[in-house]
């Protein structure tokens, strides 16, 4: 497994498209690691983080779009 930073751990840069592509890179490495080892828990701990820093910047919408991607791929 692959040491994953949390999405709400990552402090948006103010530029909405890099945080938006910081956002889906890490979401396909989440979905990577939940597939590989089963555990669909990774990414339910990133929602739960997520919704628990209370913020919606770039980084967390990319993150949304990247695991909708994911689901409808």
Same mark, same amino acid.
């Given at each position: 497994?692959?040491?994953? *930073?949390?999405? +709400? $751990?990552?402090?948006p840069s103010g530029n909405w498209a890099?945080? #938006? /592509?910081?956002? @889906?890179?890490? %979401?396909? *490495?989440?979905? +990577? $690691?939940?597939?590989?080892?089963?555990?669909?828990?990774?990414? #339910? /701990?990133?929602? @739960?983080?997520? %919704?628990n820093a209370g913020r919606w910047t770039?980084?967390?919408?990319?993150?949304?779009f990247g695991l909708a991607g994911a689901?409808?791929?």
């Amino acid at each position: 497994m692959q040491n994953l *930073k949390a999405p +709400a $751990d990552i402090l948006p840069s103010g530029n909405w498209a890099n945080d #938006n /592509a910081t956002g @889906r890179k890490l %979401a396909a *490495k989440y979905v +990577a $690691d939940a597939r590989t080892l089963n555990d669909p828990c990774l990414i #339910n /701990a990133a929602l @739960r983080g997520i %919704a628990n820093a209370g913020r919606w910047t770039g980084v967390e919408v990319g993150f949304a779009f990247g695991l909708a991607g994911a689901v409808l791929s």
